[in-house]
């Protein structure tokens, strides 16, 4: 039977059988015990399903992580210690040394500083496009070695709304998946597999914990990518494993399953930034409610950016459903049931103004975090995105005085006059 996104935040990923716990278990262990040697040997060659180790898998994280897989449409997932192991794991399974990104300019700050800086180091390079640019542009942008294309859904903090059909086919003649980071969105409000995307990554941490409660990140794929039909340009995915004895991983897990697997079972295993079963049962929690939270934060948000767009105090004011906006077209087609709760604006009177306003609310609070049940707000330019240039500031669309407000669950009128009060106050 088929069911409603709402059903399926409270219930999937997790069937207690007869006299087992309703809710999913925390099973806060490091190690399983088996009878036998060749049992664990064969967990160990991947020849059989079962747990050894929690740094690889844990049965709390992977109900949770099927319940988010199911929720985007997916085939498998995989819960991260933070949404940056989730992004750098995402891309770095396929993208090695040598390697080339093709990434939307406006990704967050940190994703930026990924890919940029931290990623070169390792031998990967990357190309930045805008979101908006024509497909040429976008076509210009890949090279032989390109392995895949990154955006986001959302961008943070510039909200700009991906074209995901354009930059999916543009990945698809290239050969390569296309990954979307859908932390803003959420699958309540947009489902990125369904219009082309491959894989999709969250920071769990935000809305779908939405508590401020839990780090976490999420990596899903869609099963739609054919590994073994681009063979050449994934030998981690196509040709022997040496240190899992010569598995090959679209061979062994097919085309739903070898992508998570590899992660799991050779970048995690080394790596290590797996995701505590603490943290798994608050992200579950807060993904029962997440189809009641969004619609929330998205009224808010909305009645926010319409009071902003009156106010002679405010230069400009970015919110994809704000009719108007640089990407209300795009978000009435990936986005018509609501975008987000985040509203971006450019204060009047530069930096020092913006800086006045947010010290001046009192409902909201400035916190390096956003997409939580409580309406905060930061700096980007001075904090999230401190490090980059003020070219690099400009491509992803973020100027000096823009302050990101993040609209929590509180009352709309409330949220309306705490911001009319700290603008009386610039």
């Known amino acids: 039977m088929d069911q409603s996104i709402d059903t399926r935040c409270v219930q999937a990923g997790y069937t207690p059988g007869n006299g087992e716990p309703r809710q999913v278990p925390i099973i806060q262990s490091t190690t399983f015990k088996y009878d036998s040697s060749d049992a664990m040997g064969a967990l160990f060659d991947l020849e059989a399903e079962g747990y050894f180790y929690s740094r690889l898998q844990n049965p709390t994280c992977d109900h949770v992580a099927a319940k988010i897989a199911d929720l985007e449409g997916g085939t498998a997932a995989v819960l991260t210690g933070s949404g940056m192991a989730a992004t750098f794991l995402a891309v770095f399974n396929i993208c090695e040394a040598g390697g080339h990104i093709v990434s939307s300019s406006t990704v967050y700050g940190g994703t930026f500083n990924l890919f940029a800086h931290t990623m070169r180091k390792m031998g990967v390079e990357v190309t930045f496009v805008s979101p908006t640019c024509t497909e040429e542009e976008l076509d210009a942008a890949f090279r032989p070695n390109t392995k895949c294309v990154f955006g986001e859904t959302i961008a943070n903090p510039a909200l700009t709304v991906l074209d995901i059909e354009k930059f999916a086919a543009a990945a698809h003649r290239h050969g390569v998946p296309l990954i979307v980071d859908n932390t803003f969105a959420t699958p309540v409000n947009c ?18 914990d939405g508590h401020g409660g839990a780090l976490g990140g999420a990596i899903v ?7 073994m039909d681009h063979a050449e340009k994934f030998p ?107 509203v971006s604006f450019e204060v009047a009177g530069g930096r020092s103004a913006a800086v006045r306003f947010m010290e001046a609310l009192k409902v909201a609070s400035i916190e390096t975090h956003v997409a939580d049940a ?27 005085s823009m302050v990101r407000l993040s609209c929590g669950l509180e009352g709309t009128e409330d949220l309306v006059a705490d911001v009319a009060q700290a603008l009386e106050l610039v």
């Not at 598995?247 to 799991?264: C, D, H, L, S, W």
């Not at 930061?378 to 401190?386: C, D, E, I, Q, Y």
Request: aromatic share 10%; proline share 6%.
């Open 191 to 208: 489902r990125p597999f369904e219009w082309g995307a491959d894989i999709v990554t969250h920071s769990t941490t935000k809305y779908m």
């Open 221 to 227: 794929d869609s099963g739609n990518f054919d590994w």
């Open 236 to 342: 981690g995915l196509t040709t022997p494993d040496e240190s899992y004895h010569g598995i090959v991983y679209a061979e062994r897990f097919g085309q739903g399953g070898a992508y998570t697997t590899k992660i799991v079972s050779q970048l995690i295993r080394d790596l290590g930034p797996v995701q505590s079963p603490q943290n798994a049962y608050y992200l579950n929690l807060g993904l029962e409610s997440l189809h009641v939270r969004v619609p929330r934060h998205c009224e808010n948000a909305l009645a926010v950016a319409k009071f902003l767009s009156t106010s002679s105090k405010i230069d400009s004011v970015c919110y994809p459903s704000l009719p108007g906006d640089a990407s209300y077209e795009l978000a009435q087609k990936y986005l018509p049931q609501g975008s987000c709760g985040v």
């Open 374 to 400: 409580r309406t905060c707000c930061l700096h980007p330019a001075s904090s999230t995105h401190r490090q980059m240039t003020d070219e690099e500031l400009l491509a992803a669309g973020i100027g000096p």
